[in-house]
């Protein structure tokens, strides 16, 4: 331990907050090796992402999830890679049931809400199901119904009947019954980002990973969106977790570099709570306390298929509109299609893969 006291103490000297994103990631990661020494992994993770909320606060942290969604092209990849395979799925439907398994700040479905709009003979009917945890409550600065109101007066603006339903309950948690779901709509059920923080086979009885996409084939789905971080930090080995943790960060830490400027505050803002966090809990924890548990798309792949899902491929409109949207960030982005899916990256590494499934 004497050992381990002095080159933490030595690491400290040699990593940064606003140095280059090597020193920046890696000041999270000492951080995070020091909360697992200290066993305190899990209270650095909840400290991050709730308490109560102080509304100041929750917007502020709603402001550094706003810029990050606007200096990388992640999420916007995510959401309109499922926009497009969904209104594909159903665009001869009248009914449309979206079931949202993290519906966040609902920002996704404004874009496909417009789109609806201008459907040849008039917009469907549009229910969303919008299921969420205490993390997205915090930066909204209050409960669903923020979301729903919003959704809705967008809705009322372009002219397309719309229903929203909160269900304020943790995805793994979530049961047929808790869906509503009503006879002759049609299902599209969203998981963004969501999956990898739900238990599997390796951390207990319940395996929830399985369980949920069971439950959800059970629904006779249109079709079934995945968006999921391309890392594979669930069932590794400590050390390979940690090496992989630094890969895989160290390429979004850089491209974050490129966006905004080093002294920015707002940058090490981002980094700080929208980042941080998710290296201290795959770094720090064990067993049930470790929420971030990361898979590559081939294990996905293998949960879908044994759940009783087919690919759905994705279209080549969509191709071309993520390549459009990707022009105006830097060119060190790259979109490749393979296997039916497509995968986000920065430089030769994958970050963020999107499939659909029916």
């Keep these: 331990m004497f050992t381990v006291d002095w080159l933490i103490a030595e690491l400290r000297g040699l990593v940064s907050v606003s140095g280059e994103p090597i020193q920046r990631l890696g000041a999270y990661a000492v951080e995070g090796l020091v909360a697992r020494l200290a066993s305190s992994g899990s209270a650095i993770y909840n400290a991050l992402r709730c308490k109560e909320p102080v509304l100041p606060a929750s917007m502020e942290l709603l402001s550094y999830m706003h810029v990050l969604y606007e200096i990388c092209p992640y999420f916007k990849f995510g959401y309109m890679s499922a926009n497009g395979a969904i209104a594909e799925a159903i665009k001869e439907e009248n009914r449309i049931h979206i079931i949202d398994f993290q519906i966040s700040q609902g920002t996704q479905w404004i874009t496909l809400i417009k789109a609806l709009a201008d459907r040849p003979g ?4 549009i229910r969303i199901t919008g299921i969420d945890d205490s993390t997205s409550a915090y930066a909204r ?30 995805a793994s948690e979530i049961q047929v019954e808790n869906l509503k779901i009503q006879p002759g709509e049609a299902i599209a059920v969203n998981f963004a980002l969501v999956l990898h923080h739900m238990p599997d086979e390796s951390v207990g009885t319940q395996n929830h990973r399985d369980r949920l996409l069971r439950m959800v084939k059970g629904l006779y789905p249109k079709v079934v969106t995945l968006v999921e971080q391309e890392s594979n ?8 977790r940690f090496v992989e943790t630094l890969n895989y960060y160290s390429a979004i830490f850089e491209s974050i570099d490129v966006a905004l400027p080093r002294e920015h505050r707002e940058r090490i803002n981002v980094e700080q709570h929208c980042l941080a966090r998710e290296v201290v809990n795959i770094i720090a924890c064990e067993g049930v306390e470790r929420v971030e548990r990361h898979e590559l798309l081939g294990k996905w792949r293998s949960r879908f298929a044994m759940a009783g899902f087919k690919p759905y491929p994705l279209s080549s409109y969509v191709n071309g509109a993520i390549k459009a949207l990707l022009g105006k960030y830097s060119s060190k982005y790259t979109l490749e299609e393979k296997d039916g899916a497509l995968y986000l990256g920065w430089m030769d590494r994958h970050l963020v893969s999107s499939c659909a499934w029916r």
């Design 122 to 125: 008039g917009p469907p009917h």
């Design 141 to 170: 600065g209050g409960g669903l119904e923020i979301v729903g109101g919003r959704l809705k007066m967008l809705a009322q603006q372009f002219k397309v009947p719309f229903e929203f339903r909160a269900v304020g309950i943790p």
């Design 233 to 240: 930090t669930n069932t590794a080995p400590f050390f390979a």
